[in-house]
């Protein structure tokens, strides 16, 4: 299901797709990261630390 707003932006499907599962994904490397149990730092900050890699991942 796509978000209503995102035709509004007029980003085409595989844009959008693509924006989409990596937030997916960035999300899922934070989650995993922590719950690790010698993890202690906020979930805000894994976040944006895999969002970080993902960005530089990209532009490489």
Same mark, same amino acid.
């Given at each position: 299901? =796509? /978000?209503? =707003? &995102?035709?509004?932006?007029? +980003?085409?499907?595989?844009?959008?797709?693509? $924006? $989409?599962?990596?937030? &997916?994904? +960035?999300? =899922? +490397?934070?989650?995993?990261?922590?719950? /690790? *149990?010698?993890? %202690?730092? *906020?979930?805000?900050?894994?976040? =944006?630390?895999?969002? %970080?890699?993902?960005?530089? +991942?990209?532009? $490489?």
């Amino acid at each position: 299901m =796509r /978000d209503a =707003r &995102i035709p509004a932006r007029r +980003v085409g499907d595989s844009r959008a797709t693509l $924006a $989409a599962e990596a937030g &997916i994904t +960035v999300f =899922r +490397v934070g989650f995993e990261r922590w719950v /690790d *149990p010698g993890e %202690q730092r *906020p979930m805000p900050v894994l976040m =944006r630390e895999a969002l %970080q890699e993902l960005r530089a +991942v990209t532009a $490489a």
